[in-house]
């Protein structure tokens, strides 16, 4: 008997303003101008915060003409939520596997996987720090409060309640201190200045952060879990 399909992750669901696609009879360049857009963009955003990225500087970066960037996204949020998009995909595939295999010993175990999965991603959760950053009351950053909302769906992260309910805290816990100390181990290592990572002689490799989620596995277990519950931790 063959073995039941795992379900695969719905996909990111489409804008209804999605970003154009290439008219034909335009040179067959512009294709290519099209990725090297993606490209500048998520180098200049990782380094800079959005309202200081020009449109302009996008097009130098990529070495194409600036009308390009209205004629594929329709604007720079356009260009910009649609980097968003396409740099989660991998990303939210993954940790979706991960989601679904989380347990007892579930921060832990995420902390483990969350950093071999950003090893290979380290500027998204910079990328996605930027993102929620935004004022996302204003109307023009509607279509990019749009993207953060389909990309994070903070419902699958906040089960530190659900441990608590569950007895498995220490009793002098608090879970909302217990779950934003979680977010700044997930976020922070990949949003330390340059400077500070120099003077403690730290490199964000794929090698350091599996030693830095061992630590903070071990951290994350024994100072939040009560002992016959870490016993679970993963080796």
């Known amino acids: 008997m063959k073995p039941t399909p795992e379900p695969t992750p719905d996909p990111i669901p489409e804008q209804k303003n999605s970003p154009k696609k290439a008219k034909a009879g335009r040179p067959s360049q512009d294709t290519q101008s099209r990725e090297q857009l993606i490209l500048a963009a998520r180098s200049l955003f990782v380094e800079r915060d959005y309202a200081q990225v020009s449109t302009r ?3 130098k970066k990529a070495g194409t003409d600036p009308a390009l960037i209205r004629y594929y996204f329709g604007s720079k949020e356009g260009l910009f939520s649609t ?3 396409e740099t989660a995909v991998p990303v939210k595939q993954q940790l979706w596997q991960l989601n679904r295999s989380l347990g007892a010993d579930g921060p832990a175990n995420f902390m483990l996987t969350y950093y071999r999965v950003m090893a290979a991603h380290p ?3 910079r990328l996605i720090f930027k993102l929620a950053s935004l004022d996302q009351s204003q109307a023009k950053n509607q279509e990019l409060a749009q993207a953060f909302n389909e990309i994070i769906n903070l419902e699958d992260l906040l089960f530190f309640d659900k441990f608590k309910s569950q007895g498995l805290l220490r009793e002098e816990v608090d879970s909302r201190c217990a779950q934003l100390s979680f977010f700044a181990m997930m976020v922070f290592p990949f949003l330390v200045p340059d400077i500070f990572l120099n003077k403690l002689g730290v490199e964000i490799s794929p090698e350091f952060l599996q ?5 903070n596995s071990q951290l994350l277990a024994h100072g939040l879990f009560k002992p016959e519950v870490t016993s679970h931790e993963p080796k």
Do not use: S, V
């Not at 030693?211 to 630590?215: C, D, H, K, V, Y």
């Open 83 to 85: 980097m968003i998009r």
């Open 211 to 215: 030693q830095l989620a061992t630590q």
């Open 57 to 59: 500087e996008l097009a």
């Open 123 to 125: 500027h998204f959760p």
